[in-house]
């Protein structure tokens, strides 16, 4: 019996043993494929364009400079970007180069070139944007289906940063209701009417006291 067990623990410490060292060979044959892989793996992809598709085949992520056309409704505005698109072929996130803004299938002067990230709605019509655009000017937006609505703005032309907000138009027209931000050393928030003309005013300029001034409609415009 004493001999039996000897023997039993003698095969368990040759099977660990053997265990071991198949896990050393293991280890280090995958040490050397990682290291040819590395060796061998390019450095650089290069492509004019990727297309990737969903699981029924349909394009829904294109990649190039400018990207595929493929599978995309939009063919106008090939810039270097990624764009994503909806299940219907829609633009509906483009990261990159700005295409020109695009509503209800007609596309507008955009007032500069610039980068960034544009969001459309389903039907392909843009919504709203972080971009740079190439006059300096920096802008966060979100738009109604006619245009801008919301839009933080960093103007490095005139000095403005700061928040302006529109009222409701047709597509083309715009209509600024208020405005806050900062010029110099100014702070100020106005309003206005629509045709456009500012109706109260609250500012203050360095040292000089806070002010406050309301105008009637028809009134001249503010000096």
């Given amino acids: 019996m004493i001999d039996s067990d000897w023997r039993l623990e003698r095969l368990e410490r040759q099977v660990r043993h ?24 390019p450095k650089t992809i290069e492509a004019q364009a990727i297309r990737i598709v969903d699981a029924t085949g349909k394009p829904r992520i294109l990649i190039g400079a400018p990207p595929p056309v493929e599978g995309r409704k939009r063919t106008d505005g090939q810039t270097a970007s990624i764009v994503v698109l909806g299940p219907d ?12 803004p695009r509503l209800d299938g007609k596309t507008y002067p955009r007032v500069a070139a610039g980068y960034g990230l544009v969001l459309h709605d389903r039907n392909g019509s843009e919504r709203g944007a972080m971009s740079y655009l190439d006059n300096g000017r920096g802008v966060v937006a979100l738009d109604r289906p006619g245009g801008d609505a919301v839009a933080m703005i960093v103007n490095e032309q005139s000095g403005f940063a700061g ?8 597509v083309g027209q715009y209509a600024e209701a208020w405005r806050i931000g900062t010029k110099g050393d100014e702070a100020w928030l106005s309003l206005q009417d629509r045709p456009q003309a500012e109706r109260a005013r609250l500012s203050t300029k360095g040292t000089a006291a806070p002010a406050l001034v309301t105008r009637p409609a028809g009134s ?4």
């Avoid at 072929?89 to 020109?100: H, I, S, T």
């Avoid at 928040?163 to 047709?170: F, G």
């Fill in 163 to 170: 928040v302006t907000v529109n009222y409701a138009n047709p």
């Fill in 18 to 41: 053997q265990r071991i060292a198949l896990l050393a060979v293991g280890l280090t044959a995958m040490g050397f494929a990682l290291a040819a892989f590395t060796a061998t793996a």
């Fill in 220 to 223: 001249p415009p503010a000096p």
């Fill in 89 to 100: 072929g829609e633009d509906r996130v483009v990261l990159g180069e700005e295409p020109l």
